[in-house]
């Protein structure tokens, strides 16, 4: 079987993020966190695509005229966003119910954007100017095929951006344990032992082909909350493209 086709979805996870879904825009609900983390990932989004493309940080639709895919993208928290930078966006997720929630909050936005439910790889989207997928490859069941679909979603010259907790003492203590133990997550969200480190991402996308960029930290103090950081051990955030010909 060829890396990209190997399944990725693991049901059990699909379930429990399906079951949110209804929760999933309530900025006080289960998936509170993600709101409060979605402007941090958003400013680095930003910045990394007029990086990437020469473009003016003044320019409100920099992603016109261009495709974006995000990936595990629940109900469409980073795809609105992404729409209204002028791209034209396509979600995809492991569960129905949450494509169906990202589908309804999407038309009530007056946003055009493509859902559907299902392994990237199976979907034939085409390929896209812009992929991303945060929080999302710690769930899957095989990172290297995931990896794999990803890379062939990107088009050429295109910009894949991905975030993920990093597997560190501090990332065990604060982000299964104490965020479970105090609500600020859903209890089995997390499993530590399937996070996965830069180095480990690293290897995961330089087999598909692609370099990875230099890794950003998301960190949270009392002071400032969730911010970019340069302190990489609890979540990380990275892009990637392809190598230019020799």
């Not at 983390?37 to 695509?49: E, H, K, Q, S, T």
């Not at 911010?227 to 892009?239: A, E, K, R």
Request: glycine content about 10%; overall charge negative; charged content about 20%.
């Amino acid at each position: 079987m060829d890396k990209a086709t190997a399944p990725t979805i693991r049901a059990q996870e699909a379930a429990h993020f399906g079951r949110l879904a209804a929760d999933w825009w309530d900025p006080k609900g289960s998936s509170a966190m993600l709101h409060r983390l979605n402007p941090v990932r958003l400013g680095f989004v930003r910045d990394a695509i007029d990086s990437h493309w020469g473009g003016d940080p003044a320019d409100l639709k920099p992603l016109a005229g261009r495709r974006a895919l995000d990936v595990g993208c629940g109900a469409g928290l980073l795809c609105e966003p992404l729409a209204r930078l002028g791209a034209a966006v396509t979600g995809v997720d492991a569960a129905a119910e949450n494509v169906a929630a990202a589908k309804a909050h999407a038309e009530g936005s007056g946003l055009a954007i493509a859902y559907d439910a299902g392994e990237l790889a199976e979907l034939d989207l085409g390929r896209f100017d812009l992929v991303t997928s945060m929080e999302v490859i710690e769930h899957v069941a095989d990172k290297p095929a995931f990896v794999a679909a990803l890379a062939a979603s990107l088009a050429p010259g295109g910009l894949l951006i991905l975030s993920t907790p990093n597997r560190t003492p501090a990332s065990r203590l604060l982000l299964v344990g104490a965020a479970e133990a105090i609500g600020a997550i859903p209890r089995g969200t997390h499993h530590w032992e399937d996070f996965v480190t830069p180095d480990e991402l690293s290897e995961h996308l330089a087999g598909a082909g692609l370099t990875m960029g230099e890794p950003t930290g998301i960190g949270w103090s009392p002071g400032k909350g969730l911010h970019l950081s340069n302190d990489l051990s609890l979540n990380y955030i990275v892009t990637a493209s392809a190598a230019p010909p020799a």
